[in-house]
């Protein structure tokens, strides 16, 4: 069995198959699949795709992105929709210093803003990151022991992922690892101690080498979890029960 932690199926790109894609999902042994929103629209999807569906859950938040649109108004129905029983966690929310679509100071507001939020509803937290630890690791040693979660589509080397296990993070490895030239996210995969390991697709994007530049899909996770097996030298079994165990234990469901 495998947990897709981090898949965006609730958007456009799957509006023709959806059903398709989580009958693969199934057939790959993607147990549950976690749907991440990034803004107001992506969210209310995400929330009304896990009510449709027992094995899918959901998170609302607001991507740096878009942090400009984390107005109170928002931030309050972000606060309503994390009492859902479905939503289990909060994000994807960060810092994003590769493209800074936000301005960097409203991107630093939001995501505090929405740490807030996570620290009163004690829930744990997505986090995305792009050329940003300088920011984001000091943010979140700044609330250590207050919150939780999981570093999603990690691409830092393993210096950054000691840091970030020190502070009680997880770390989410995606399809990039598949890629041959990755070797400092391959070399975090083989380090990574195994109670914080989480595996994803992010789909529609960063698929498996295999489907490279094509749309990603839950079912591929299978394939991240196979190349984290190389790379450890485990059995694919043990790495699916592993992250399972993750999954459910830092999410509490
Ligand atoms: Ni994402």
């Not at 059903?19 to 969210?43: P, Y």
């Not at 009304?48 to 309050?76: F, N, R």
């Not at 309503?80 to 630093?108: C, F, T, W």
């Not at 995969?189 to 914080?196: I, L, Q, S, T």
């Amino acid at each position: 069995m495998f947990i897709d932690s981090h898949a965006h199926i609730q958007l456009s790109q799957f509006n023709r198959d959806r059903d398709a894609v989580l009958k693969r999902a199934h057939e790959a042994a993607v147990s549950n699949i976690l749907v991440i929103g990034f803004d107001m629209e992506t969210s209310l999807g995400a929330v009304e795709l896990a009510e449709k569906h027992s094995h899918i859950y959901a998170t609302v938040g607001m991507h740096p992105h878009d942090a400009k649109d984390l107005t109170s108004d928002v931030l309050k129905t972000f606060r309503e929709l994390a009492a859902h029983p479905k939503v289990i966690a909060l994000g994807e929310m960060g810092l994003d210093y590769y493209r800074n679509l936000s301005p960097r100071s409203v991107q630093k507001v939001a995501f505090e803003q929405q740490l807030d939020l996570a620290e009163e509803m004690r829930m744990p937290i997505i986090i995305h990151n792009r050329d940003a630890y300088v920011d984001i690791l000091p943010i979140l040693e700044a609330r250590q022991g207050r919150v939780r979660g999981v570093l999603h589509c990690f691409t830092g080397d393993v210096e950054l992922m000691q840091r970030s296990l020190a502070i009680g993070f997880h770390i989410g490895i995606g399809g990039i690892v598949t890629y041959p030239n990755a070797k400092d996210i391959q070399a975090v995969a083989r380090e990574v101690p195994e109670d914080r390991l989480l595996i994803e697709t992010d789909c529609p994007w960063l698929a498996p080498q295999f489907r490279r530049g094509k749309r990603n899909e839950p079912a591929y996770v299978r394939a991240v979890a196979e190349k984290i097996t190389t790379l450890r030298g485990a059995s694919i079994k043990a790495i699916g029960e592993v992250t399972t165990k993750n999954f459910q234990k830092l999410f509490a469901c």
